[in-house]
């Protein structure tokens, strides 16, 4: 799972308690209220009286504004941002019908066909909307041409499945420790 991902969850997950937790004392002090109590948690005669002695211009209160203004912003950016797709679109050889392949099963592709490569022993793929990104790793550190054919392994892989939009290949090896 991604980055994203994760800061989406968590985020998702924290303001979901937050409100939650908020509209539980707004409950308790409704009740409060309505039973003709002082306020139980929220102290909102303190917060009204505050508020009357403080106006729009007051530097604290365009703070806080200010503040809250970008905090949305940020949680819309999270919401709206794309994520990875879950399929891509193949080249139909007729029209009218949609070929598409899983990411998944693309990553996996690539990574078999870098792993058939000579010299790798091992290999994982990761696909975005326009870019493959192949680690590889081999035993030998030094072996010359190894990326060069790895990179040539998935292109042709790449080429092979006839993606609608072409991808950039990144591949990037590492020495597996054989210790």
Same mark, same amino acid.
């Given at each position: 799972?991604?980055?994203t /991902?994760? @800061?989406?969850?968590? $985020? !998702? ?7 939650f937790?908020?509209?539980?004392? +707004?409950? $308790? =002090? @409704? ?9 139980? $948690? ?7 009286? &505050?508020?009357?002695?403080?106006? &729009?211009?007051? &530097? @604290? +209160? ?5 503040? %809250? +203004?970008?905090?949305? %912003? ?9 994520? /990875?797709?879950? !399929? ?5 050889? *007729? ?6 392949? !899983?990411?998944?099963?693309?990553? /996996? ?10 010299? @790798? ?6 696909? *975005?909307?326009?870019?493959?990104? +192949? ?13 060069? =054919?790895?990179e040539?392994? $998935?292109?042709?892989?790449?080429d ?11 591949? =990037?090896?590492?020495? /597996?420790?054989?210790?």
């Amino acid at each position: 799972m991604t980055a994203t /991902k994760w @800061i989406t969850r968590v $985020v !998702s997950a924290l303001l979901a308690l937050a409100l939650f937790l908020g509209s539980l004392l +707004v409950v $308790v =002090e @409704i009740v409060a209220a309505a039973l003709g109590r002082a306020p139980a $948690v929220l102290p909102y005669s303190d917060w009204t009286s &505050w508020l009357r002695t403080h106006s &729009w211009n007051d &530097w @604290i +209160v365009n703070t806080v504004l200010v503040g %809250l +203004v970008i905090l949305g %912003l940020l949680l819309l950016l999270l919401a709206f941002r794309r994520g /990875k797709p879950a !399929s891509l679109a193949l080249r139909s050889e *007729s029209g009218g019908v949609d070929v598409t392949a !899983s990411r998944r099963s693309l990553e /996996k592709s690539l990574a078999a066909a870098a792993t058939r490569t000579t010299g @790798i022993v091992g290999a994982s793929a990761s696909v *975005s909307r326009r870019t493959a990104r +192949v680690d590889a790793q081999t035993v030998a550190p030094s072996q010359p041409g190894v990326r060069e =054919e790895v990179e040539s392994a $998935v292109r042709a892989r790449l080429d092979a499945l006839g993606l609608e939009r072409p991808m950039r290949t990144r591949v =990037e090896l590492t020495t /597996k420790d054989t210790r």
